[in-house]
């Protein structure tokens, strides 16, 4: 039903930043529940932040006031500011949405329900 296109990632020494986008391509269902993922090697996939219609936001523990996740409804496109990264924060990241009728907006319907970008890696070294 809809397409979920990452961009961004890559490497950076500690302490470091990156951006990331994911660009949603079906409109109809505007930008309800989105968020973002990570999944290190050999780890489970683990939720990272989430934002939903009225612009809510909700992060992990591990990344509260060093990442910042925004869209832009206009261009249907979410981000994920990554600040102060760290090496634990290493692993594929992946931006995952869901339609408007699947609510609340949950890490666990996101998971269970949600279209899925093709992950993107990031990498910090020490």
């Known amino acids: 039903w809809t397409q979920v296109r990452q961009s961004g990632g890559g490497s950076v020494q500690a302490g470091g930043s990156l951006k990331l986008s994911c660009l949603v391509s079906h409109d109809a269902y505007g930008l309800w529940c989105l968020g973002w993922f990570r999944q290190a090697a050999g780890d489970e996939r683990e939720a990272v932040a989430r934002i939903d219609n009225n612009g809510r936001t909700t992060y992990s523990d591990s990344v509260k006031g060093r990442f910042t996740i925004s869209k832009h409804r206009g261009l249907n496109t979410l981000y994920l500011q990554m600040n102060n990264l760290k090496p634990e924060d290493t692993g594929v990241y992946y931006c995952?949405?869901?339609?408007?009728?699947?609510?609340?907006?949950?890490?666990?319907?996101?998971?269970?329900?949600?279209?899925w970008g093709q992950g993107t890696q990031v990498t910090v070294s020490s």
């Open positions: 995952v949405v869901n339609k408007p009728d699947i609510q609340p907006c949950t890490d666990g319907l996101l998971r269970d329900h949600g279209a």
